[in-house]
């Protein structure tokens, strides 16, 4: 009884091994075929497919750009938006891609992206300089994969999570170059075959060049939800815990604690956006004078842009500036409206003095009469289709500090402010071509 017990047992093992592997080879073999289906289409829309090598559980191959019209077209369909004349950039560009299925319990497929090659319109302008040194450190840089991603996903490709890997790179060719970036991951998913969800994180971005210039960004956090029925359906969110910016004529930038979203949504063909931004202070140090502005906000929302227009113009080519004016023109014939909603700061240090900042909101609308080449010959044509309304409050300290500049001096003179519990008010109106400062009618 012992050994028939052993037997089955034995038996019911072998099975489930046998199942399992079976099971295994038909996920492998199932994402395989929608990877060959990827690549043809990729193929379709203007990129190359080269040097392709398959193993069992393993393939190589690289990406070439080859028709940047097409796959500016393409990319614009995934929701990246990116012109003609941006494609062309990339043009010649070679990215090495290493695909492994199956490579653990986890992950059903997992890639390595990281480029070959840079394009020939980089390599040519680095050349035009006689610049041999940059362009060979640039290119080994590249042979180390040193700008790798590495991406998993489910046995249902709807899932996937990844990284970029650490960069601490210095370049000596010329000017020395540091570049270090640390804690890069991402996650999301995929339905219908766009991103419907994703997240990231980024510890630390740096970029030194000698004493020129020095940037940082540090603890970004930023999610993506697509979430509606079009490509412009989405919601984004940020965290950045500062940006640091300073040049050796010792201007300088500093932000803490920036965050903000954006939420965007189509409607019979209007596209419209809504941004808030807001940042804990911001600080300038610039010609010896240091500024900090406490508690800054901005809300502000674009409504009735032609979708079908918007997307004609981003496909458009830069040198083309009449098909250009025709398609920013229909952009805005749904009747587009700027709502600036907050605009303000609630403090104001210009060297260690502290004063109370100001607000402002705002909103123009535009009617259907849209005509760029006749406001390029009379710009005050555009006032007949211009509606706007616009409210600024101003502390006092604040405003008597702007009027020490003699260029500012003439504008009180001119259009006296309202005074409203100690502030400073202006409301600006312009509506069919007639224009009123605080309900003074200008001629």
Do not use: C
């Not at 596209?271 to 800054?296: M, P, Q, V, W, Y």
């Not at 080449?373 to 006032?383: F, G, K, M, V």
């Not at 309304?389 to 001119?414: C, D, G, R, Y």
């Amino acid at each position: 009884m012992k050994k028939l017990g052993l037997g089955l047992l034995g038996l019911i093992i072998a099975g489930t091994v046998y199942y399992t592997m079976a099971g295994s080879a038909q996920i492998a073999n199932e994402i395989k075929k929608q990877v060959d289906t990827k690549l043809v289409t990729l193929q379709q829309e203007g990129f190359g497919i080269e040097n392709r090598e398959a193993k069992e559980n393993k393939e190589h191959f690289v990406i070439h750009f080859n028709d940047p019209e097409k796959i500016a077209h393409y990319m614009t369909a995934q929701g990246i938006q990116i012109n003609p004349e941006d494609a062309k950039t990339l043009y010649g560009m070679k990215i090495g891609i290493d695909i492994h299925y199956l490579p653990d319990a986890h992950s059903a497929l997992s890639l390595e992206i990281y480029p070959l090659s840079l394009p020939p319109s980089i390599t040519s302008d680095i050349l035009d300089k006689n610049d041999k040194k940059a362009l060979a450190e640039m290119q080994n840089l590249l042979d180390k994969k040193t700008f790798l991603v590495h991406v998993d996903f489910d046995k249902l490709l709807s899932n996937f999570k990844g990284y970029m890997k650490d960069i601490h790179e210095t370049l000596e060719a010329g000017k020395e170059v540091r570049l270090n970036m640390e804690g890069m991951h991402f996650e999301g998913n995929i339905e219908k075959e766009l991103i419907k969800t994703a997240a990231q994180e980024l510890k630390l971005l740096s970029l030194q060049v000698t004493d020129d210039f020095k940037m940082n960004l540090s603890n970004l956090k930023s999610s993506y939800d697509l979430n509606g029925s079009s490509q412009y359906d989405t919601f984004t969110k940020y965290e950045i815990e500062q940006i640091q910016f300073s040049e050796k004529s010792g201007f300088s930038i500093l932000l803490n604690h920036l965050s903000g979203d954006s939420t965007s949504w189509a409607k019979n063909e209007l596209l419209s956006s809504r941004i808030k931004t807001k940042a804990e202070n911001i600080i300038i140090d610039a010609d010896g004078k240091k500024t900090k502005f406490h508690e800054l906000v901005y809300d502000a929302t674009i409504s009735n842009l032609n979708i079908p227009a918007l997307e004609k113009l981003s496909q458009t080519d830069a040198n083309n500036q009449d098909e250009i004016n025709t398609q920013f023109e229909q952009m805005l014939s749904g009747g587009a409206t700027l709502d600036i909603s907050a605009l303000g700061v609630s403090k104001i240090e210009i060297n260690d003095k502290t004063m109370d900042g100001f607000t402002l909101n705002a909103k123009v609308s535009l009617d259907n009469r849209v005509d760029l080449q006749a406001w390029q010959i009379n710009p005050l044509a555009a006032q007949e289709v211009i509606n706007a309304q616009t409210n600024i409050v101003i502390s006092s300290e604040l405003f008597a500090h702007l009027m020490q500049e003699p260029e500012a001096m003439i504008i009180p003179m001119l259009f006296p402010p309202k005074e409203e519990n100690g502030k400073k008010i202006y409301d600006i109106e312009l509506k069919k071509g007639v224009l009123k400062i605080n309900d003074t009618l200008l001629k």
